[in-house]
């Protein structure tokens, strides 16, 4: 299994970035750069881990199963120059749309949830139980609100755009004040709770 690796230092932070040869594979928020080795060896051991537990195919097959596959990975900023380009233009104001092609890897109901997640428009939002009546289990709102939480490429994958059916902003992981900034950024109108609300003219 190969990987490709950065450090990507934006308007919202140093982020860790790690791809396949089918796309992004992890987008992930760090406090400090210096984070960036130690998260990415604990990345890397945890792919190595998934990978014990499913067979080329996808399917399930016993822990501990023989022969892991292995997980190389190399630094390669060339591979992360149209992400970089598009971040930037997504917090400049000038990309709605993300085009960079991402490899999300996890459950079938995480992998429906998070389809869900790349149809939500720019600008719009969606409450956690609209998402579960969209993939057919309209009882399942907390369930999508983990799998909305473990979403591995967060911005790219706007998880963002969902919050609460009273209009509060719950779970993202680079916290509540960056989730904010981004809505903020879409358009939307926040009040000084951490919570969405309607526009007022006066």
Not at 7 to 29: I, W
Not at 53 to 79: F, I, Q, Y
Not at 115 to 124: A, E, F, M, S, T
Request: overall charge positive.
């Amino acid at each position: 299994m190969e990987m490709r690796h950065t450090l990507l230092l934006t308007v919202v932070g140093p982020m860790l970035a790690l791809a396949s040869d089918r796309g992004l594979v992890r987008l992930q928020f760090l406090h400090e750069g210096y984070e960036y080795r130690t998260q990415l060896r604990a990345l890397l051991e945890q792919l190595r881990t998934e990978g014990r537990l499913l067979g080329n195919d996808g399917a399930s097959r016993a822990e501990g199963a023989a022969n892991p596959p292995k997980v190389r990975a190399k630094e390669d900023d060339t591979w992360f120059a149209p992400l970089i380009q598009e971040l930037g233009e997504y917090f400049c104001g000038k990309r709605k749309v993300f085009s960079v092609p991402v490899d999300l890897r996890g459950t079938d109901f995480q992998l429906s949830v998070w389809r869900k997640l790349q149809g939500i428009p720019y600008g719009k939002l969606r409450a956690y139980r609209q998402i579960a009546r969209a993939v057919g289990k309209p009882g399942a709102a907390r369930a999508v609100g983990q799998a909305t939480g473990a979403n591995p490429v967060p911005i790219v994958v706007p998880c963002h755009r969902v919050i609460g059916a009273d209009g509060n902003l719950v779970g993202f992981g680079g916290g509540m004040s960056l989730k904010a900034m981004l809505l903020r950024l879409e358009g939307h109108t926040l009040g000084t709770r951490p919570r969405v609300i309607a526009p007022r003219l006066f």
